[in-house]
């Protein structure tokens, strides 16, 4: 590793957990800066021109230079490692989940996750509003996707534990915040219980009450 590893985040972030999962995983300790999106205190003129100006967590800090985005920091802890597979297709299939997350999954299960369990609906604008079927549909299809997916194999790319599941597992747990149901899907649940079985599995910080 290069230099000491401080992850700028907020602990109740799906987003955050996935790095704190890989470094668990791979024993790399890291050094935990927490920020409270709810406060704005990733906005602030400090932050946007040391840590990062697009103003968003997390962030994994290597030595003086920053990372932003959490698969990418989930990729430079995890790089020559047994959570990245050898073979060449197994690699890019894993790569292809990853960016999924990010376009398919993290946008509808995340999302709602936030308007609901961190805002409330009643806070909700308009706009946010109308967009909550939309949401809750394309979630429970990329839910739907991973179970079929998942009842002809074990792990999500290749034949072992890798980074995939890790990115994937961090927002799937805690589904059920955001309004999903996640019994209709066991080969998902199955999967849920053999990624949280595995050692150095670590738990995500507890999830908070509603603002008053």
Known sequence: MDGQLILHEDARSGNCYKIRLTAAHLDVPLTRHNYDIMKGETRTPAFLERVNANGRIPVLQVGDRFLPESNAACFWLADGTHLIPHDRFARADMLRWMFWEQYNHEPNIATLRFWRLFLGEERLSDVQRAQLPAKQAAGEAALRLMDEHLARHVWLAGDAFSLADI????????????GFELRPYPNLVRWLGDVAALPGHVVMEPEPALAA
Not at 167 to 178: K, M, R
Request: aromatic share 16%; glycine share 8%; charged share 10%.
């Open 167 to 178: 990115c994937l597992y961090a927002y799937t747990h805690v589904a059920e915040a955001g």
